[in-house]
């Protein structure tokens, strides 16, 4: 059950539960998208309900950010502990890894993508990439053509939020082999260190 702050949609699963249940999903042939949630991204949801309505339509809202996690305890909801967009990345990766499902890297700075993905191979020997391309691609179809073709299962798309997002949801469709979408903003930078 997903519990509501502010009419925003957030997920009480933890990274295992949310693995578990993208498993399930990945079984059954459905795309899922994570989005993380912070307080800065409720407050714009109030603003603008087109955010609020992005937010919501995602498969898995989770809890980035302490902000939530202190909203829950005055609330006295259920969602006790961060799952934070970074984390969530890294679970998905060995996630990927154990289960052979092939990984698309999309956004960030050639030098920061490159980079992540060297080491993301470094200690993940088997994980197979299918691809990546910097954040500043400016030819949208060919890019999504590119993914498409790349047989990738899961995909990052770090260009900061909310245009991830924005990007997601314009292209899900184009891109039915993709089963798991997550917007990472800034984790790139964080895998390239
Ligand atoms: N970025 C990108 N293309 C753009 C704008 C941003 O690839 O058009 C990348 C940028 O290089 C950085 C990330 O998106 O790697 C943005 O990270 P940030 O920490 O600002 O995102 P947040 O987590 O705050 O949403």
Redesign the pocket.
């Known amino acids: 059950m997903k519990e509501k702050y502010l009419g925003v949609d957030v997920s009480p699963l933890s990274y295992e539960g949310i693995i578990n249940d993208l498993r399930v999903r990945i079984g059954a042939g459905k795309q899922s998208t994570i989005i993380a949630v912070n307080p800065e991204k409720v407050m714009s949801a109030q603003r603008d309900p087109n955010v609020k309505e992005l937010i919501n339509a995602s498969t898995y809202q989770i809890a980035d950010g302490v902000g939530i996690l202190l909203a829950a305890k005055i609330k006295g909801g259920g969602i006790t502990s961060r799952v934070t967009g970074v984390d969530m990345m890294a679970r998905l990766l060995k996630f990927a890894e154990s289960d052979g499902h092939s990984v698309y890297f999309y956004?960030?700075?050639e030098e920061?993508v490159t980079k992540a993905i060297a080491n993301i191979q470094a200690q993940h020997p088997n994980i197979r990439v299918a691809g990546y391309t910097?954040?500043?691609e400016k030819d949208e179809a060919a890019l999504v053509s590119r993914i498409h073709q790349s047989g990738a299962k899961i995909l990052f798309v770090?260009?900061?939020?909310p245009?991830q997002e924005l990007w997601i949801r314009r292209n899900l469709k184009s891109l039915p082999n993709v089963q798991v979408f997550q917007g990472v903003?800034?984790s790139?930078?964080v895998f390239s260190g």
């Open positions: 956004g960030a700075k920061v910097n954040g500043y770090a260009l900061g939020s245009k903003g800034g790139f930078d």
